[in-house]
């Protein structure tokens, strides 16, 4: 069975750093598409970030842009989220989630489109 599980959340001060990880089990995550997701209090599933691991292309909501860089290390079957200069409106349960796709279809930030999913890491952002 397909396993997600994530690492790396905590606490952290407004400006600062987070390295989510993604690390999968038994499967590799040659021709899967992993996508970030996150959970803020009292708010609905968004989708942050994605990666197309065979081809490398990515995609990120607008408000992570230039913040938040996906990024694969396929000898450790892992796939890290770096977030950079974090905001109180980053806080949330970041979630990864793996959806099977040949390539060189373009991973999506809609959660339909992934089968297995995390169990979820917190982040929260406070001064």
């Known amino acids: 069975q397909r396993q997600l599980v994530e690492s790396g959340g905590g606490l952290v001060q407004p400006g600062g750093s987070l390295r989510l990880s993604c690390t999968a089990s038994?499967?590799?995550?040659?021709?899967?598409?992993i996508a970030w997701f996150r959970r803020a209090p009292g708010k609905e599933r968004q989708g942050v970030s994605c990666?197309?691991?065979?081809?490398?292309?990515?995609d990120y909501i607008d408000s992570v842009k230039g913040r938040f860089t996906v990024s694969a290390d396929i000898a450790k079957n892992t796939v890290s989220l770096q977030m950079n200069d974090l905001k109180p409106e980053d806080i949330g349960v970041y979630y990864c989630a793996a959806g099977y796709y040949p390539f060189p279809s373009q991973c999506v930030l809609d959660a339909s489109g992934y089968g297995s999913w995390g169990q979820g890491t917190q982040v929260t952002v406070s001064a």
């Open positions: 990666l197309q691991i065979r081809g490398g292309r990515t």
């Open positions: 038994e499967f590799t995550l040659d021709d899967y598409h």
